[in-house]
């Protein structure tokens, strides 16, 4: 593998995808990379709606049937980007400040072999328990029929979903966040139109129903990881696509953070559903008022995601090149934009939280219990944010295990003291919502002081 010896030289992929990754402003550099990566993430929540909207004329059962599937699809998803994926993108981000660009390059390939072992593994299980795991979740009749039929469909095409994931990880850790971003967003030039003409049968195509729902996001995902792959094999990638032999030594360097971060990306799911379930013991209105309010804080993903991104890809650029006090000078700087972000939305919501509760209904009951859950938890909306961005430093600094354990006392505050106060001690609404916002208070203070406190190297 390549020595040290040959980093950051003017060819070096870190410096000609991100020119001020080692030296420069902080803040522009955030932006510069981060903007991509939002930009896709917005383009795919639109996506999603549109998908949603289509299946509505099936009826009910279909809707319901492809709601069941889509939380499952999601944590699968979030474990690609954002767990192993944030994995492979902090290694090839170390590995490319250093220099040691064989070693980036045979990560590549490592994380390629990663994305097909791991997405056979979710297409088996779906296959396997998908019938059992819906019904448990209470589809019956012609919504679990729609459920299982989607969810053949969409997770016969795990696989590329995960490559895709994984490719577009590792073209960010090596500094090029635009060309994934390209992809994605060509890709939905795709998705958009085949979706209803797959669902409906326009043209010369049969109407398949919800699997035409399934089959358009199949069609998507070959797409996109066959152009990834090729772009990969091409003269201009910063990264190059070389079957080498596999090495335990790499599948650690992705794996050690990654399968942490994976199980960061579970214990969010797991909370949302508790307090979702532990919400409605309190009647349909607190339930659909809470649906309404929470909404908004899947909307800020996307920004904390992007910056989120970046702050893997320039941290692990600086770890590598040894510039120790320039990476932990990236993450606070992230840090405090995302916690900006995220407290100026909080802060609005809760002063005014007609400006969101009013785009989505009429009825003053719904409204009332939606404004209760921002007056409370809103402000703290900053916190999460502070906690996210530093987490995503942390992927890159290898430094993964404190942060999960702050996201697990989150979810215990937050999902298993909360249902407990409720179900248990008799707790009111307004004391489950300030629970809630302890917990993610509690998450960016641990968050932050374990930054603070740690050694990177």
């Keep these: 593998m390549n ?42 929540t639109m996506v999603g709606v549109a998908e949603t909207y289509f299946v509505s004329f099936l009826g009910t059962e279909a809707l319901a049937g492809v709601t069941l599937v889509f939380p499952i699809l999601m944590l699968m998803q979030m474990m690609a980007n954002g767990g192993i994926g944030g994995g492979t993108a902090a290694a090839i981000a170390r590995a490319s400040g250093a220099g040691r660009h064989d070693d980036a390059n045979a990560l590549l390939w490592h994380s390629i072999v990663l994305a097909c072992g791991l997405g056979v593994v979710f297409s088996a299980v779906a296959f396997m328990i998908g019938s059992t795991l819906y019904q448990a979740m209470g589809g019956t009749g012609g919504t679990l029929s729609a459920a299982m039929t989607y969810s ?20 960010r850790g090596a500094g090029n966040a635009r060309f994934p971003a390209m992809v994605t967003i060509s890709g939905t030039f795709v998705l958009l139109p085949l979706s209803p003409t797959l669902i409906f049968g326009w043209g010369p195509f049969p109407a398949l129903g919800v699997a035409g729902a399934g089959l358009a996001v199949a069609v998507y995902y070959l797409i ?6 090729v772009h990969l094999r091409s003269v201009g990638s910063a990264l190059k696509f070389r079957p080498v032999p596999l090495e335990r030594r790499l599948f650690g360097e992705i794996l050690g953070v990654g399968l942490l971060s994976a199980i960061g990306t579970i214990q969010v799911n797991i909370t949302v559903t508790f307090v979702t379930a532990t919400v409605g013991h309190f009647g349909t209105e607190a ?8 909404r908004l804080d899947y909307l800020q993903i996307p920004i904390l995601f992007g910056l989120g991104t970046a702050i893997v890809t320039l941290v692990g650029i600086n770890i590598g090149a040894n510039q120790i006090e320039r990476a932990r000078k990236i993450a606070w700087t992230g840090a405090g934009m995302a916690f900006a972000f ?27 219990q939606g404004a209760l859950y921002l007056h409370i938890v809103a402000p703290f909306y900053g916190a999460v944010g502070l906690g996210l961005a530093l987490y995503f430093a942390n992927q890159a600094a290898k430094r993964v295990f404190l942060p999960v354990l ?6 215990v505050v937050a999902a298993f003291l909360g249902w407990s106060a409720v179900a248990l001690w008799g707790a009111n609404l307004t004391q489950l919502y300030w629970i809630v916002a302890v917990a993610a208070a509690l998450y960016g203070m641990l968050t932050a002081f374990a930054v603070y406190r740690q050694t990177w190297k």
Excluded: C, E, K
């Excluded at 053949?152 to 073209?171: E, G, Q």
């Design 152 to 171: 053949m469909v969409v997770f016969s095409a795990s696989v590329p979903i995960w490559l895709t994931a994984m490719m577009s990880s590792a073209l």
């Design 224 to 229: 996109t990881a066959t152009w990834l792959f």
């Design 406 to 411: 702050a996201g697990t006392a989150r979810m």
């Design 3 to 44: 020595s040290t010896s040959s980093a950051q030289t003017p060819s070096s992929p870190s410096r000609r995808n991100i020119p001020h990754a080692l030296s420069g402003p902080v803040a522009p550099a955030i932006l510069r990379l981060a903007a991509p990566t939002v930009l896709v993430l917005v383009v795919q």
């Design 342 to 368: 995220s407290t100026t939305v909080g802060l609005v919501v809760a002063i005014w939280p007609q400006l969101w509760m009013g785009l989505f209904t009429d009825d003053p009951d719904v409204a009332a």
């Design 287 to 294: 339930l659909a008022g809470y649906g309404i309010a929470s």
